[in-house]
């Protein structure tokens, strides 16, 4: 997955952190662990950022 650095910085800081790591390589509990969120709140924050980058590329 390509996103531009743009584009990463038009979403919230809290989809910015999860969306960075998971681009890293890290897995869900990886980063629910070290943002101390739960798993649930990673799937939706990942799950947000991937619609609002989809919808800035119409």
């Not at 979403?11 to 890293?24: A, H, S, T």
């Not at 101390?36 to 609002?52: D, G, H, N, P, Y």
Request: aromatic share 2%; proline share 3%; no cysteine.
């Amino acid at each position: 997955m390509d996103i531009s650095p743009a584009s990463l910085m038009r979403l919230p800081k809290g989809q910015r952190d999860v969306v960075r790591r998971f681009l890293d390589g890290a897995s869900r509990e990886q980063i629910a662990d070290k943002l101390q969120i739960s798993e649930t709140t990673v799937r939706s924050q990942l799950s947000k950022a991937m619609r609002t980058l989809h919808n800035d590329d119409r």
